[in-house]
């Protein structure tokens, strides 16, 4: 039984671990949002495997078990690099899926091909478990370990050689953990698993040709020349590539703001993407007369000219385009925060002569952090705070579960910034303008309403009064204060914009005729939470608890027939991606209700079964996504959050289940999970302060003090599913098939819902769902047993 442990454990490890780096492989080549499809279609393949297990029961238990597990294990190895030749081999351009035959074919092949790997690799784990259910609490105790230590390991790894070579690297573990399976009983057969693991690894020799990561048409990488990259760096947060941009010198590309009436020479310049997105750039340095003077022109700088000898803090250094205008504009000191830790060290080491060593400045202390989280765990107060576009449409590391979240734009984040301003201090972000085709504000809009709303929760009868905002061709600028701005700042602004040629879209002091007239009209409504409800766009101020910034559409019309086809006609952003995801699992659930009940007859399982294990695989994925997301920010990076959750819920869930038959011989499973719903119930309305009291502790306190609040409801969620499968053997049920099935449908259905509901309501609406669904699962316990 040891043996079947260690090997159970660590497939799991390679299982997770392949997931995990194949989302960051799709963010890369396609966009972020998609991946939601591994996460569905991995989850997917879990649920057929359970149908397949008790389609063909029959023919697998005439299969010798040994034999079965290793030739699994291999084949899961196997198809996990065909999959991805076969996809990478055939790209798509994910926004032109719905008006390209072509391109739509081959999204669908895409998800085809990605189904067996995971079917075959839920197969070995559900045969495992029903085939020694004696042992399942052990067995299932080492799936879930096996799968925490591959979150570690995956981000490692992709830390060390990129989410490609990870995603080989763990493929290829796969065959060596046959080999080591089937040695002591066909050692010929082990060495042929061994020889296809070193022929996994060895694909990595020719992966542009058999693994050709292309860069999408309709991504901004497209534009650079391959042959002109200058740094690369792949790590567990993103892919980030440097390039030589000598024809974007002549225009503004990468100095976004830059006013049209600049008529000074541009600089030479790198291009900088992140996924293949997210343009940003890098200056060279020049000491030349003049060579600096297109700075004048550029809107987000205007704060300084406010200010004496100014004290900055700038969030999102990338580059250090904003730490040289700051300087530039009379900083006397700039502390730079960069989350990336590839661009952090592109611009410390190999690019730091390029950029005239504007992370080692005397005066330019640089910080590898979040900034959200640098500004609440610092005492230090700035003359200006600024952030200039600090955003990606990238995956983080929390992988499947982002959807573009944000925790810099919320109403919180802007209330820290402003509490550590020095009196007369100043907020500016620069963000997108892109109005709708009506010409309706949308990203400005929110970014304006937020504002308001931030300062109005502050205590300022009046914060329309703290703000000026201005635009220069599609971006907009926008100052804050603590304080209102006066007649003397006003005036000075005004007369930089003409000279400039920027154009306020508000201030306080005059009603503007020559801008769209929704910030206006927002100032003056009586009821602004009404007003935003009937405008066309989501432009409610995010929250920590929902902080998607950027996704504009109102997730109540998401299925607005007009929205709803004009996304399936213009490309599939994230929500429509949820949309259509959400309308297949309900789709696949109504067939695998269909199926059960006629399977139900040939000892298919029971309804109440099949609600038991829907309810745990339901709360135990939204709590996880939940908790992914809301310690982002208390451990500092995306990185951190995915890791120590993960790892804490998996491993302790782990625990639980090895040691669930002691205390369940004690303690009735409905009240280890009514525990569980008295926990999550607790953290729903206290986690959220608790964690805000405790953000300024040292990290690694804040690492252990995630792990045990953690750890208790892990441990109890962790006894859900072994025991429920002791109820079942010891009533004389030992098909666990269907009810596999029920649990990776509503898993997938949790993770798409989740994110759904955090977007319309927030996140702790999801963790009560999460309690009501482990309530229901108490309920129907006891009933699990035939004789009850």
Known sequence: MFKRIAILGSFSVALLASEIALTKIFSVIFWYHFGFLILSTSMLGFALAGLFMRIYRERLSQIDPDKFIAYGIAASGFLLVISLSLITNNHFSPLSVSTSLADMLKLVTATLVLLPPFVMMGMVVLYMLQKWDAEVSRLYAANLLGSG????AVLLLMDAVGGLYAYVIVA??????????????????SLVFAALAVLIASSLIFNTFIYPLKQPNDKVAAWANEKKIVYSDWTSLSKVDIFEAEKFHSTGIGLWGLSPKNDKPLPERLGVVIDYWAYTTIIRHKNLQGYYDWYDYMPMYIAYQLLDKPEALVIGSGGGMDIRGALLNGASKVDAVEINPAIYDAMMNSLD?????????????AHLAEGRRFVESSHKKWDIVQLSGVDTYSATQAGAFALSENFLYTKEALRS????????????????YIPSKNGLPRFSMRLFTLTIESLADMGYSEPWKHILFMRSGDFTVILIKNEPFNRKQIQFVEGECERRGFMFLYRPDIRLSNVPLAYQ??????????????????????????PFFFEHRKMKNIYDRESFVHRLLHGFDGQTILAILLLEMLLVSLTLMVISYKLRSNGGGRPLGWLYFAAIGLGFMMFEVTFTQRLVLFLGNPANALSVVMFSILVFSGLGSMLGNRICAKVPLSVILLLVVVGMILWAAGGGPLLNALIAIPKFLRIITAIILL?????????????????????????????????GVASVTASVLAVIIAMGVGFSLVLWLAAVS???????APRLSRNV
Not at 172 to 189: D, E, G, R, T, V
Not at 716 to 735: I, R
């Open 774 to 780: 482990y309530l229901l699962a108490a309920i129907v």
């Open 521 to 546: 009209s927002y100032i003056d409504t009586p009821d602004r939470a009404l007003w935003r409800d009937k405008y066309p766009f989501n432009v409610d101020p995010p929250t920590d608890d929902s």
């Open 353 to 365: 002569t390029y950029s005239g060593d504007i992370y080692k400045l005397p005066n330019v202390k």
């Open 711 to 743: 750890a208790p409801i892990s441990f109890l969620m962790g006894m859900a599913f072994p025991q429920a499968v002791k109820k079942l053997n010891d009533s004389g049920e030992h098909d666990l098939g269907i009810y596999w099935a029920w649990n």
């Open 417 to 432: 910034y402003l509490n550590h301003l020095k009196e007369n201090g100043i907020l500016t972000l620069t963000r997108w």
């Open 172 to 189: 290829a573990l796969m065959p060596l953990i046959a080999a080591f399976a089937s040695f002591s009983w066909n050692k010929k057969l």
């Open 149 to 152: 230590l591959g979150c570690l």
